[in-house]
């Protein structure tokens, strides 16, 4: 069955255009640390603490939002900011290594994805060597499942190799593996306790890896619906771009039912900071959350996969 999975991955990471997107990835990876080593701020910072608003000044503030979610979620908001405190007054983290910028770095290979998605497939057709796999007795809907299955390996692959090269340039940069024995204080069942900081970091970056792949397996999608590459990939750069943007602004119109569509969840940077993201929940009356996203673009990728599938099977291929 993995036969042609292995076919198309193999062929498309000898490429050249891919072997140029790892060389860029190291590169910038050795630059980034080099230029930021031991220069990282320092995690203590004061956090000030919003008062209580009452109905009149919420609603001149945020004239279409929704006051009585704002009192449920203002006890949520005041935890988050006591356990912030209790971190940053228990013990100051050893700034000498940061894996803050990744996750930033990490938010374009969303632009990689985006063409991977768009064209793997749209190129087959294309040129026409989606009916070598035909003569070959391969049916419709598993060359279109190792099409799928090939694009969510290709991203994977991308974000690993960016994890795995900032690691390697952070070791090389600070010539020790000082990096691997680190603790971070975190709160757990309402105790600091400290963990290791790379396994943390590992952990959130697989994490924020998820919205990445959906992106590119969400490309494939509308590009078979589309027929077009070019269009696909505009669409996504687009919604990629301005996705959360775009979901803010509806919610002044009170479209709150937005809240559980995939546009807000393209980008999972908005959970680095859970205080930020507990504001804005309590100010538009929303319910973001990691749960919510992982099982949201869980959803939209099978539905979308149903969809597309059955696009393809009734496709005409010339």
Not at 176 to 188: G, P
Not at 210 to 237: E, H, Q, T, W
Not at 275 to 304: K, P, R
Request: proline share 1%; charged share 15%.
């Amino acid at each position: 069955m993995m036969k042609l999975v292995s076919l198309l991955f193999f062929r498309e990471i000898k490429k050249s255009y891919f072997i140029i997107i790892l060389a860029i990835i190291l590169i910038t990876s050795f630059v980034v640390n080099y230029l930021s080593y031991n220069h990282y701020e320092n995690d203590n910072e004061l956090i000030n603490i919003q008062s209580k608003l009452n109905e009149e000044e919420f609603l001149k503030l945020y004239p279409n939002g929704n006051y009585k979610r704002y009192i449920e979620l203002y006890d949520n908001y005041i935890n988050e900011v006591i356990k912030a405190t209790k971190l940053n007054n228990y013990k100051t983290f050893n700034n000498l290594y940061s894996f803050d910028t990744i996750y930033q770095f990490q938010v374009f290979l969303s632009i990689i994805s985006i063409i991977i998605g768009s064209s793997l497939l749209m190129n087959e057709l294309k040129y026409g060597t989606i009916k070598h796999f035909l003569v070959k007795k391969y049916s419709r809907f598993k060359i279109y499942l190792d099409f799928f299955l090939t694009v969510v390996l290709l991203v994977m692959l991308i974000n690993l190799f960016l994890f795995i090269s900032y690691t390697f340039s952070m070791v090389c940069v600070d010539k020790s593996l000082d990096l691997f024995n680190i603790t971070k204080s975190v709160i757990l069942n309402d105790e600091v306790i400290n963990i290791n900081y790379y396994y943390l970091t590992f952990t959130r970056f697989l994490t924020n890896s998820l919205p990445i792949i959906f992106v590119g397996i969400l490309s494939f999608f509308i590009s078979l619906v589309l027929s077009n590459k070019v269009l696909s990939m505009s669409l996504m750069f687009f919604l990629n771009v301005f996705g959360l943007a775009i979901f803010q602004w509806l919610l002044n119109f009170d479209i709150s039912f937005l809240m559980y569509s995939f546009l807000p969840y393209l980008d999972y940077t908005i959970f680095n900071d859970r205080l930020s993201l507990v504001e804005f929940n309590m100010q538009f009356g929303t319910n973001l959350s990691l749960f919510n996203g992982n099982l949201l673009l869980f959803v939209y990728a099978i539905l979308g996969f149903v969809i597309s599938s059955l696009i393809f099977l009734k496709k005409d291929i010339n």
